[in-house]
């Protein structure tokens, strides 16, 4: 069964920072790329970062470049996102997802991936 957990969401001022985890298990994670997709409120699903299977490509959203660094750990089975510089515009609820049916930037409901977590709020807010 495949399953994907995220953690480290919570609140935080503009410019400060948080590091989001994604564990996964029961596919072969070494093999496949790893996506970051987010939800606002009253916001459709937008594709954040992706990273290919080995790490060395990576894609972001031009509102986070600069900003967010996505990374994975094969060994461990985990996917990261690194997020500075948080602005009031990043508050959504983050989730991390895999196996893209139309691709990251087509992708307009969770039920475009193969999988994907529970995902993980996001606050920016002083």
């Known amino acids: 069964e495949v399953q994907l957990v995220e953690s480290g969401g919570g609140l935080v001022q503009p410019g400060g920072s948080l590091r989001l985890s994604c564990a996964a298990s029961g596919f072969t994670f070494s093999r496949n790329s790893m996506f970051w997709v987010r939800q606002g409120p009253g916001k459709g699903l937008e594709c954040v970062s992706f990273?290919?299977?080995?790490?060395?490509?990576?894609y972001y959203v031009e509102s986070v470049r600069g900003r967010f660094t996505i990374s994975r750990d094969n060994a461990k089975n985990t996917a990261y996102l690194q997020m500075n510089n948080l602005e009031p515009e990043d508050t959504a609820v983050y989730y991390c997802?895999?196996?893209?049916?139309?691709?990251?930037?087509?992708?307009?409901?969770?039920?475009?991936?193969?999988?994907w977590g529970q995902g993980t709020q996001v606050t920016v807010s002083s």
């Open positions: 997802a895999g196996d893209p049916k139309v691709g990251c930037l087509g992708a307009r409901e969770l039920t475009d991936f193969g999988y």
């Open positions: 990273i290919s299977d080995r790490g060395d490509f990576e």
